[in-house]
């Protein structure tokens, strides 16, 4: 056992997890082009917590705010760039390429340069910049593209008034939905709008947006991870509770042919949600194993008697209270051998809390933070663009059982899938 209050003790173990998890990533970067989230949420914890002790506190603390990669990753999206990279793989002159996209040439090299050094673009000669492994993912073509841009342009704007936000009186202590930095930003800039009635606007560039951003966000998940560790073969119905337009539920329906499958959304999207399925699934609408049910999920109770209601994406929307109503409705359509699954990003600790169950948990290799520090850094992100946008959170285990007991559901497991967790719910016994 080593002795982690010897400082040297501490920086060497780092190092040897870095060791350890950067030959692992290598080796699974060679066979499917990219280290699995487990290495690289070793990888990058370790890296970050030996930088930091190691580096000048100036210098690492000014690293938070010396980050304007969103802003350059920004106009790379709005205007195209790496698509137009595209067409000349071996480069293309940064004069010619501000012409095509129609901005300034210095400008445009300098928006460039900065996401160059963190290994996306390439300029492969002085001012001639090509696509590489990580620009090739901001093509228009990829929902990483959309989402990211929707972060880069929307989400920023919420976050540049959070202080403001936390002092003025009426928005400072509500956990309200409309009382979000996004609503703070909204009422400076005289607009209206909640913002569900937005995202599943009828204005079709608003609505692809946020269903793309979806898309990208199970992308960057692994949530389709889910499709492999829950015991599936166990049951026979599923509701998607929130579907959306189905990106979980298509593909779930297609590996398990067994299953009957209902999607519930708002009216407006369930309207929507049938087009999907008829392009990429059709022979499961022909079976008639799908059915499609409108539900204002925080009134109504969805379709009664169930194996399984799975929600990803959904709690982590709401503030605690309409949290609460959702598990209300959900747990008067159970029966006895229903389960609730949420799926969300779910947030460990940065201590080891003594007599706090961890579950199935993963936890971090000491010296390192149990919750893998800058490992977890997506899912602190995630937290706080909740915060940002809706004035919710992604949640505890601890936060999701004590919503889950005022239904008397019990946390029964929980499924670590590395950037979300699976945690299942069922009726506690009396
Ligand atoms: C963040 S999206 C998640 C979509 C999907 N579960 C996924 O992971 O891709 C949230 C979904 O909740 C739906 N929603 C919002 N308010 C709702 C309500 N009151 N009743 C039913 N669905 C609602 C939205 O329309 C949207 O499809």
């Not at 995202?199 to 560039?205: F, G, M, V």
């Not at 539900?295 to 929307?317: C, M, Q, S, T, W």
């Not at 003594?354 to 992100?381: C, K, W």
């Not at 004590?402 to 009726?427: C, H, K, P």
């Amino acid at each position: 056992m080593r002795d982690f209050n010897e400082p040297e003790a501490k920086l060497d173990a780092l190092l040897d997890t870095i060791n350890s998890s950067a030959r692992q990533a290598i080796a699974e970067y060679k066979k499917i082009g990219h280290g699995s989230p487990r290495a690289i949420r070793l990888l990058e914890g370790a890296y970050h917590q030996l930088s930091s002790i190691l580096a000048p506190p100036q210098h690492a603390v000014m690293n938070f705010v010396f980050n304007y990669n969103w802003a350059c990753t920004n106009v790379a999206l709005r205007a195209r760039i790496a698509d137009v990279l595209d067409e000349q793989p071996e480069g293309l002159s940064v004069d010619k390429l501000a012409e095509a996209v129609n901005l300034d040439e210095i400008k445009t090299a300098r928006v460039l340069r900065a996401p160059t050094l963190m290994g996306c673009f390439k300029e492969v000669e002085r001012d001639v910049f090509a696509n590489n492994r990580l620009s090739l993912i901001l093509k228009s073509e990829n929902n990483t593209a959309w989402f990211a841009r929707v972060l880069s342009r929307h989400v920023s704007k919420c976050a540049g008034v959070v202080y403001e936000s936390m002092i003025e009186e009426e928005f400072s202590r509500s956990h309200e939905i409309d009382k979000s930095p996004r609503d703070f930003v909204f009422r400076k800039e005289g607009l209206k709008g909640k913002a569900w009635k937005i995202l599943n606007s009828t204005d079709d560039e608003t609505r692809n947006e946020f269903h793309r951003g979806m898309f990208s966000l199970s992308e960057l998940h692994g949530a389709s991870a889910v499709l492999y560790h829950y015991p599936w073969d166990d049951v026979s119905s599923v509701v998607d509770i929130g579907c959306s337009v189905g990106s979980f539920p298509t593909p779930l329906a297609k590996m398990f042919p067994h299953l009957r499958i209902t999607n519930q959304d708002l009216p407006e999207v369930i309207v929507q949600a049938k087009t999907p399925w008829e392009e990429n699934a059709p022979e499961v609408l022909l079976d008639g194993r799908v059915e499609f049910i409108p539900i204002n999920f925080l009134e109504d109770v969805p379709a009664v008697g169930k194996d399984v209601y799975y929600l990803r994406n959904i709690i982590h929307n709401w503030p605690d209270v309409d949290a609460t109503k959702i598990f209300h409705n959900i747990r008067k359509a159970m029966g006895p051998n229903s389960r609730v699954l949420i799926h969300d990003c779910v947030m460990v600790q940065t201590f080891q809390e003594s007599g706090v169950a961890t579950d199935e948990l993963t936890i971090a290799p000491e010296p390192m933070l149990p919750n893998f520090g800058a490992g977890s850094h997506r899912t602190y992100q995630m937290d706080l663009i909740m915060w940002f946008t809706l004035n919710s959170k992604e949640r505890t285990l601890d936060e999701l059982k004590t919503i889950g007991a005022t239904v008397s559901l019990i946390l029964t497991q929980v499924y670590d899938l590395v950037e979300t967790m699976v945690v299942e719910f069922r009726i506690a016994e009396i």
